[in-house]
């Protein structure tokens, strides 16, 4: 089964800003290597991606994950072929953990919350450098101290200056993340690990 990328960023990206189109060739290189993209489904850099995951050479029909706020279908982008209406509002900024990765472009509160959530569910994050917001404050750090994997000792929020560094850092890195997350009830503090 083909994996999932998630793509976070600014919704009110402008279509004609780097991060615009760093997001349009992220989504391009995810769909050339073989990924599905998930998005917030809405404008900007959720746009960008899934515009940019359809002008790949290898696109095919369900290749766009749009994960919607609310239930408003008509709040989607163009370029979602997969609709998942959700009426979470902020909330389903957890449902990164619903990804095999999270790539972080740039990116305000929601960003940072998509960000922790993906990082307390496990996974593993690459965050551009390159672009003002959470993306460029965490790229290369540690969220908190807790040890995800205890056999990964540099694990960390990959940071990423170009789509070609974030595609080597996935073929590195996506299948030694391959926990799943257990639920907060089953994390033991004094061992900090999930139980």
């Known amino acids: 089964m083909r994996k999932t990328v998630a793509v976070l960023g600014d919704a ?18 995810l769909v050339d290597r073989g990924y599905r993209v998930q998005s ?14 359809h002008a790949s050479k290898s ?12 239930f408003d279908r008509t709040k989607a982008n163009e370029y979602v072929d997969i609709l998942i209406p959700t009426g979470l509002d902020i909330i389903r900024n957890g449902m990164t953990g619903c990804a095999d990765a999270v790539i972080a472009i740039g990116g305000g509160a929601g960003t940072l919350m998509e960000m922790a959530a993906a990082w307390s569910t496990l996974k ?6 390159t672009v003002p917001g959470w993306s460029a404050e965490l790229a290369d750090r540690r969220i908190d ?9 540099d694990d960390r929020v990959y940071g990423a ?35």
Do not use: W
């Open 145 to 153: 101290g807790r040890i995800r994997y205890p056999e990964i000792p």
């Open 40 to 53: 917030g489904g809405m404008g900007g850099i959720m746009e960008a991606v899934c515009a940019g995951a």
């Open 161 to 195: 200056d170009t789509p070609e560094e974030v595609g080597q850092l996935l073929q590195e890195h996506i299948e030694a993340y391959t926990r799943q997350f257990a639920g907060i009830s089953r994390f033991d503090p004094r061992k900090n690990e999930s139980l």
């Open 12 to 29: 009110s990206a402008n279509p004609d800003s780097f991060k615009y189109k760093l997001a349009f060739e992220t989504g391009k290189m």
């Open 59 to 70: 696109y095919r029909e369900g290749d766009t994950i749009g994960i919607l706020p609310s």
């Open 124 to 129: 593993l994050i690459i965050a551009y450098r």
